[in-house]
């Protein structure tokens, strides 16, 4: 069965950074896209950032110049570097892949975690 597993959240003071990061676990036969997406209080679930396995990245406009997303394929993890970080930035950060297993391709999200920033 294939999961994934989100750590690194928490509280950080505007200004601050933080690295999350999402293993990918299970039989997996190769992993496409991985991203990141986050949900704020009252409103909906957006794209943070995201990258393809041929290395093409997207990113919220809101996130651009502060955010990086990068992978390690051969750990099949993604990770996201939040540098200056601020209050807007406050969310639950869930891990999404497009993953191929035995079962065939699906999409996965992890369970999130919490990102808090004080100002």
């Known amino acids: 069965q294939v999961q994934l597993a989100e750590s690194g959240g928490g509280l950080v003071q505007a200004g601050g950074s933080l690295r999350l990061s999402c293993a990918a676990s299970g039989r997996i036969f190769n992993i496409n896209a991985m991203g990141w997406y986050r949900q704020a209080p009252g409103k909906q679930r957006e794209l943070v950032a995201s990258?393809?396995?041929?290395?093409?990245?997207n990113y919220a406009a809101s996130v651009k110049g502060r955010f990086t997303i990068s992978r390690d394929n051969a750990e099949n993890t993604v990770y996201l570097q939040m540098n200056s970080l601020k209050p807007e930035d406050t969310a639950v950060y869930y891990c999404?892949?497009?993953?191929?297993?035995?079962?065939?391709?699906?999409?996965?999200w992890g369970q999130g975690t919490q990102v808090t920033v004080s100002s």
């Open positions: 990258l393809t396995d041929g290395g093409t990245t």
């Open positions: 999404n892949a497009f993953i191929r297993a035995p079962m065939g391709l699906a999409n996965y």
